[in-house]
């Protein structure tokens, strides 16, 4: 009898998968329960979540693993596979830390199922030896281990439209995933912190339907999708953000007032102040494309404004009865928790102005050239329709104005 368990257990070791975690060294490591490889990736995640080149070095090193054992094995359609793999991941610039999850998870759902398999030889090996008492035990074993659930990487994204709660769960299961806040603040200099909040990935249809009052012609409706999540300025960068940065000297020619938002500024000039804040950062900050602008402002709703189809004076900063001026941290916010998307300074996006594309857009940046950049918005000085999600302007981009100003976005 002892002889045969011996037996049995050397069988279990040889049929067991051998695992290698991405971040082990070349030898081969002893096999492990699904459960507990989980908590490593968890932990590795969490560890190298601030490193992206170390993860990104991480991977190329996964890849090259990958591709010495189809080597070894001779296998030479899944060495192609490999490498169209790999050229695809570095060509397009996928995120590191999601592309390694993913392919983590999917390494773990093969060992359970090669786990699984081993478990039923053995259990077969039993039972033709008429081990049945230790045939039962292994198949309890194998139950727990059929139960054990492999969780899958879900990508977080959003379809309008979306309720305010549906925005608020994805921003946090989103923050989750990538191990940053929701609301971020950078430190700009001087006690003043820049402040962002994250935005999903998501759906939605840009432009106005027909029906819209106060629309326009160049408002044609469109569905567009946004792959990738990104940071928005919670409120317009103010002057109070900018001084650090561009100095006194630049910003005499503003009119006074903090922490009102930066107007008088051309596109030309928020660019200067975005490499000025690249370069003391760790980079990353641009304006954002109109699609990304009118999806962060919309949030979900398919109305003419985030809170409906109607606005009021206590609703958004617009010249309703020519008393309004330029304020920040006022009205309320959409459900990405961002203020003033309508009205109090329009915003300058990156695009140039032109056509809306049609049909089904992925990530649109607008056209290749022209003469105008886009703002949007809508200002203190401009009438309610100006200030609805779909309303677009152009405006040349070496000139500032009054009622223009801008807000940052960033890729996490």
Known sequence: MAHKLFSLVLMLVLALPVVIFAFAEDEPKAPMPAEVMQKQIADAVKVYGEKKEVYRKDVLELFERKEKNARDKGDLKTISLIKKEK???????????????????RFLELAKLDL??????????????????EAEEYSKELEEIRTVKVKKAKPI???????????KTAQKELAKSLG?????????????????VLIPA??????????????????TQHEVTLTKPFYMGKYEVTREQWQPLMGDNFNKRLSKGEPFPVTNVSWQDCEDFIMKLNAKTDGGYRLPTEAEWEYACRAGTKTAFYFGDSLLKSDANVNIDSASTKTTGKYKTNAFGLYHMHGNAREWCNDWYGPLKIGEVADPKGPAKGVLRVDRGGSFRDNVSEARSSSRHGSSPADGSSIVGFRLVRTP
Do not use: H
């Open 116 to 133: 699984i398999k081993a478990y039923e030889k053995i259990i077969k090996d039993c039972l033709k030896m008429k081990l049945d008492v």
């Open 202 to 219: 998501g759906k939605f249809m840009m432009g106005s339907p027909a029906s819209e009052v106060g629309r326009s012609d160049n408002e």
């Open 180 to 196: 940053k806040p929701i609301e971020a603040k950078i430190d700009l200099g001087k006690g003043v912190k820049l402040e962002m």
């Open 157 to 167: 994204f959003l379809e309008a439209p979306f309720s305010a709660e549906e925005a």
């Open 87 to 105: 050229d695809a991941f570095f060509e397009n610039g996928k995120d590191p830390t999601l592309f390694f999850v993913t392919d983590q998870k």
